[in-house]
């Protein structure tokens, strides 16, 4: 009965966030969706104020509502927020560091980034509660995050052990650590 109450809550908490900012919702999907393949595109989004704010606010309602429609109780969904609000904390914490002691922004550019896959992935993980094998399309995003990132990393003159290091422990290691935890 309490899970009941607590689904109709997150449900009523989503419904009206999503009412309330629906335009800039719809913005922030259309730019993330139209800057997938194109980190130049991508800067821009980053640049402009109201586009990136846009970007955040879609990102803010897209993952908690896949969240939920993948979550068999509340007690899980409010396990997985959390942890995944705590992951990126300290995941941008460290990337504040690298980018103090390399003098450059570009691994907060890079966490920016990441928000625009994660939309896509969070959209497309939303339509997988309909069909279990589109969830498996939630790896593309992630692949082509890699991929951007690699892109701008290299820009930056930073070297492939670099890179390498940097994915393992700050991409991989956190996933490998999660899916130990879980299975």
């Known amino acids: 009965m309490l899970d009941r109450y607590a689904d109709m809550a997150i449900v009523i908490i989503l419904v009206v966030f999503f009412l309330v900012a629906t335009e ?20 821009e989004v980053d640049d402009e104020l109201t586009l990136s704010s846009s970007r955040n606010i879609t990102a803010l309602f ?6 939920f429609t993948v979550s068999p109780s509340p007690r899980i969904f409010a396990f997985l927020l959390i942890g995944s609000i ?25 966490g920016r980034m990441g928000i625009n896959y994660l939309i896509p992935a969070s959209a497309i993980l939303f339509l997988g509660r ?48 999660l899916f130990r935890l879980f299975v």
């Open 24 to 43: 800039r919702i719809l913005e922030g999907l259309f730019r993330s969706f139209h800057s997938f393949f194109f980190l130049k595109r991508q800067q």
């Open 62 to 67: 897209i993952y908690p509502a896949a969240l």
């Open 86 to 110: 705590v992951y990126l904390a300290v995941k941008y914490g460290f990337m504040a560091i690298l980018d103090y002691v390399n003098r450059t922004n570009v691994f907060k550019f890079i």
């Open 130 to 177: 309909i069909n279990i094998w589109l969830s498996a399309l939630c790896a593309i995003p992630a692949i082509m995050y890699l991929i951007m990132e690699a892109k701008v990393i290299f820009k930056n003159n930073f070297s492939v052990f670099f890179y390498i290091l940097y994915l393992c422990t700050l991409e991989l290691l956190p996933a490998v650590l």
